[in-house]
């Protein structure tokens, strides 16, 4: 983390109290003091840009048809393991020869402050799709 701003010692209390709010309350940088000032930390745009990337793929698993959502919510607002809870009845369905319709992601451009949902798009589940879901949940148990 670099160094955003820093106050100087010698300061008064209410400095340093506007110090944390503007920085940490407001901007949502790390404060941490030293035995010579005040500082205010956060990331450059690049390590931002790298640690969102890796907390998305983290989130997400990629196929065909797009990234996954690893925990999706459901309607009633349910928590579901996308893999373990979903996959086995979205592949019965297309082993009846139904559409199966689900949300998938592109990759998000951290760059630019989007909500996620810009990012989706309504798919329609092939067998290949599921082939690469079942890849995933072994992929996933590997060790290593």
Avoid: W
């Amino acid at each position: 983390m670099e160094i955003k701003t820093k106050l100087l010692k010698p300061y008064s209390e209410d400095e340093r109290l506007k110090f944390i709010v503007e920085n940490n309350h407001k901007l949502g940088y790390f404060i941490k003091e030293t035995d010579e000032e005040l500082q205010a930390l956060g990331y450059s745009a690049q390590e931002l840009k790298r640690k969102n990337t890796e907390q998305f793929k983290k989130d997400f698993f990629e196929t065909s048809l797009g990234y996954v959502r690893r925990k999706v919510t459901m309607s009633n607002g349910d928590i579901k393991d996308f893999l373990s809870d979903l996959l086995p009845t979205i592949a019965m369905g297309i082993n009846m020869g139904q559409d199966i319709q689900i949300i998938t992601y592109n990759m998000p451009d951290f760059d630019e402050l989007k909500s996620i949902e810009e990012y989706q798009n309504n798919v329609i589940v092939t067998p290949e799709f599921i082939r690469e879901c079942f890849m995933q949940l072994s992929n996933d148990f590997k060790l290593k």
